[in-house]
């Protein structure tokens, strides 16, 4: 297989990965982006010692923990500075935590990836974890289809804090839910029972309240396209429920985030 068709097979979820760390399409496309002009400049900065997929996420790495963080959304491209700048680093706890959780690398290669040890690896995905565990409980709607994964998740969800308000299988059943009750969080299956799209529900409901959301689906390589928006968190089935712990926390993390620097209208 070519370079450039083993970058192309691992691209998809290492932008998954990089919208779920920047909570935003545009500022996760600009560092992926980054990391391609470097690799064409440079394919030998690609190493494999872990594999391929291993290899693309230490690059994507480097490149974020060198180049100045951009909250700026219409952000298209980052210029890559000669030397690291150590104030921009973002938080290490929360890459090794998706690493694993998210992206379901192993300890030895998250260590890899963050050029750090597997102890140091445990000691960082420990800490976020009790981070994000000091999420402010919220109320979240679930919409699936289907029964044994809508009660894994319900289940997962009341571990981990929450209320579930209900569990809408159809389009029109997840309209009628928010509208009694706002949810702080939705899950959402994109393909529903009854043919309708969890996708196009969740769409209708963002045009009245503000929700941060995560997808999940059998099948993400569908909308990670570039071709048009995508859902910055999204969950491939079968899901560990590590893994819906550590996107869920971070679709609430940036939604709290955005709200203490949004300035309030007196």
Not at 73 to 99: C, Y
Not at 110 to 139: H, K, N, P, Q, S
Not at 142 to 171: C, K, P, Q, W, Y
Request: no cysteine; aromatic share 6%.
């Amino acid at each position: 297989m070519s370079r450039s068709q083993l970058v192309a097979e691992h691209l998809p979820l290492l932008r998954r990965y990089a919208r779920a760390l920047t909570g935003n399409q545009a500022s996760g496309d600009a560092y992926v982006g980054a990391m391609l002009e470097a690799l064409l400049q440079d394919s030998s900065l690609l190493d494999e010692q872990h594999g391929a997929r291993a290899a693309l996420f230490r690059l994507f790495t480097q490149i974020w923990n060198s180049v100045a963080l951009n909250e700026d959304a219409d952000v298209a491209t980052l210029p890559m500075p000669p030397e690291r700048r150590l104030s921009n680093i973002t938080p290490l706890p929360r890459q090794a935590f998706l690493l694993l959780s998210l992206e379901g690398f192993s300890e030895e290669e998250v260590a890899f990836i963050l050029d750090i040890d597997v102890g140091e690896t445990r000691r960082l995905a420990d800490a976020a974890g009790r981070e994000m565990a000091a999420e402010i409980a919220t109320d979240v709607l679930i919409i699936e289809d289907e029964t044994f994964i809508a009660m894994d998740l319900e289940s997962l969800v009341r571990n981990l804090g929450h209320r579930v308000i209900g569990v809408a299988r159809t389009h029109s059943d997840a309209v009628a839910l928010a509208k009694n009750k706002k949810p702080g969080l939705i899950l959402a299956d994109i393909q529903l029972a009854d043919g309708s799209s969890g996708l196009e529900a969740v769409n209708e409901l963002l045009r009245t309240f503000e929700v941060p959301v995560v997808f999940i689906t059998a099948y993400p390589e569908r909308f990670l396209t570039g071709e048009r928006p995508e859902p910055a968190f999204l969950i491939s089935k079968p899901f560990q429920p590590a893994m819906v712990s550590a996107v869920a926390s971070q679709a609430l993390f940036f939604q709290r985030n955005s709200r203490n620097r949004t300035p309030r209208v007196a």
